[in-house]
Each structure stands twice: as C-alpha cells, then as structure tokens.
Nanobody, 124 residues
Framework: QVQLAESGGGLVQAGGSLRLSCAGSGRPFSSYAMGWFRQAPGKEREFVAAISWNGDTWRHADSVKGRFFISRDIGGSSLYLQMNSLKPEDTAVYYC?????????????????WGQGTQVTVSS
C-alpha cells in the first residue's frame, strides 16, 4: 500500500502561483510513476501531469503546458507541481496518484493509489 497526501492548495488571484506537494508513505514511493489530476465541479477527473519513476520522462496536458511543471524527489517520497500564471479555469481539486503504467499516464485507470485532494481556487 502507498499512502498519499497532498498539500499546498489555496486561494490565489489570476496570474499568481502555487506549489502543490504530495507526500508518500508505505511501500517504496520511488518505484512508481506519479501523476497529478484535477477535477472541477460537474466535470470528470482530468490529467494534468505525470512523471516516471526515475524522473527522466514527464508529460503535461496541453492546457497547462508552459505554466505547470511536475517534479519529484528522486529516491525520496515527495512529488511536486509548480503552477504559474494561474487562470480561473484551473480551479479544481487537485489529486496526486501513483501507478505502474507510465504508457497510459493520461488515464486515471493507470493509477493504483490516490490522495484525498487539495482545493485550488483561482479568482479573476
């Protein structure tokens, strides 16, 4: 089992920045590919970013490319999402997830473990 806990969400004005963190515990965190997803009210959970177990491969959704950056503490137990130039449409609950299927990094079904989520609200 892997336990995940997100932090760093909050209220920010459009154009601002936030850094989300995800702390892992339990089974070796470093052996899993990791991802960030988000879910806005009334919408499906959508892919934001993913990173391979060793950090040498990463992907970002087109909607956040150039603004958000995923990183991880290699060999450690932390995952991060640096979010810059935030927009009101970025408002959602953000989840971190761990899984073994980097080939399908964009799909929630590729991930086995999920955190409880952290709210990000961007005001206009």
């Amino acid at each position: 089992q892997v336990q995940l806990a997100e932090s760093g969400g909050g209220l920010v004005q459009a154009g601002g920045s936030l850094r989300l963190s995800c702390a892992g515990s339990g089974r070796p965190f470093s052996s899993y590919a990791m991802g960030w997803f988000r879910q806005a009210p009334g919408k499906e959970r959508e892919f934001v970013a993913a990173i391979s177990w060793n950090g040498d491969t990463w992907r970002h959704a087109d909607s956040v490319k150039g603004r958000f950056f995923i990183s991880r503490d290699i060999g450690g137990s932390s995952l991060y999402l640096q979010m810059n130039s935030l927009k009101p449409e970025d408002t959602a609950v953000y989840y971190c997830a761990a899984g073994s299927d980097m080939d399908n990094y964009y799909s929630p079904r590729a991930y086995d473990y999920w955190g409880q989520g952290t709210q990000v609200t961007v005001s206009s």
